[in-house]
């Protein structure tokens, strides 16, 4: 099975959408104190990602420029996948070991803390991308839609990259950089999917 470049494109920036649904939908479910359907909504978030790391990487090859976006694309997925399985299958066991044994309570924080690491290192990749493709649809004519994709991968990197250097107790809180990262996801998504569908080879042009 053969998929074009501009058929890739269109399936990551359709991953990436339905990626930042499905993260808008847990927050909403999360601020609301409702019950949260956590195996139903990072499995599906694990199966997206696995996916997106594919296209992603195929898009990388294909692509004649913005390979630095494509490759950071790829591997926050990787990051993604990796981040999201820790939350899946560790948090459980690790969470019930410590209610039985209370010296383990360190070590289960501990693997919160690795899952919440990559979290952060994945969001800082997206929002990395979210500036290179904002800055390319910019230079495309899409100042207002461009200029938004790269202002909230700005924010979205530096939110991030706080918490990376200090920490989950920063004086930034948690929120502010997963929610930052989800709109940066959106956002590019609508860049990706508005390029293709003004221009299918413009991702395939020299810079």
């Known amino acids: ?61 294909q692509a004649k420029s913005y390979h630095v976006g494509w490759s950071a694309i790829a591997f926050s997925a990787v990051l993604n996948v990796v981040q999201v399985s820790i939350g899946l299958t560790l948090f459980g066991p690790f969470r019930e070991a410590a209610s039985q044994l209370e010296a383990l309570g360190p070590l289960a924080g501990g693997v919160v803390a690795l899952s919440f690491m990559i979290y952060y290192a994945a969001k800082l990749l997206l929002g990395f991308t979210a500036l290179i493709f904002g800055v390319a649809k910019m230079a495309g004519g899409g100042k207002a839609l461009g200029g938004l994709t790269a202002m909230l991968g700005v924010v979205a990197m530096f939110a991030n990259a706080i918490l990376i250097v200090f920490g989950r107790d920063a004086f930034l809180p948690s929120g502010v950089a997963g929610g930052s990262g989800v709109f940066a996801t959106l956002l590019l998504a609508l860049c990706l999917t508005s390029v293709v569908r003004e221009d299918p080879d413009a991702l395939k042009k020299s810079s």
Do not use: D
């Open 1 to 61: 099975m053969e998929f074009t470049n501009k058929r890739t494109v269109q399936i990551t920036s359709y991953l990436l959408l339905a990626l930042a649904a499905t993260q808008a939908c847990y927050t909403i479910l999360h601020l609301a104190e409702l019950s949260v359907p956590r195996q139903l909504l990072w499995g599906v978030e694990c199966f997206l990602f696995t996916i997106l790391t594919a296209f992603a990487g195929a898009a990388m090859v």
